[in-house]
């Protein structure tokens, strides 16, 4: 049983690491599309094949962390409080 859930861990370990992997790789893609857009303005291109594809453009937001000051007070800076 030992050596059953020994290779389940490393399994799992790995899974998650791939899972990572996919993760960054979606990123860095995503990254090089945003410029090959802005270079060529262009939403389109194709492959050595000759099979086209559309650049589908979308966007997320994110919150920026509070800073914290001295006085043990929050701050924002689009809000100058």
């Known amino acids: 049983m030992a050596y059953y859930n020994k290779t389940v861990q490393e399994y799992s370990q790995k899974v998650k690491e791939s899972n990572q992997e996919v993760k960054e790789l979606k990123e860095i893609l995503s990254a090089e599309l ?3 857009y802005k270079e060529t303005d ?11 594809f559309e650049i589908l453009v979308s966007a997320k937001t994110k919150q920026k962390p509070r800073q914290f000051n001295q006085r ?7 809000y100058g409080n």
């Not at 262009?42 to 086209?52: L, P, R, S």
């Not at 043990?72 to 689009?78: D, K, P, Q």
């Open 42 to 52: 262009t939403k389109e291109f194709a492959d050595e094949a000759g099979n086209k």
């Open 72 to 78: 043990n007070m929050f701050e924002s800076e689009e």
């Open 34 to 36: 945003v410029y090959y």
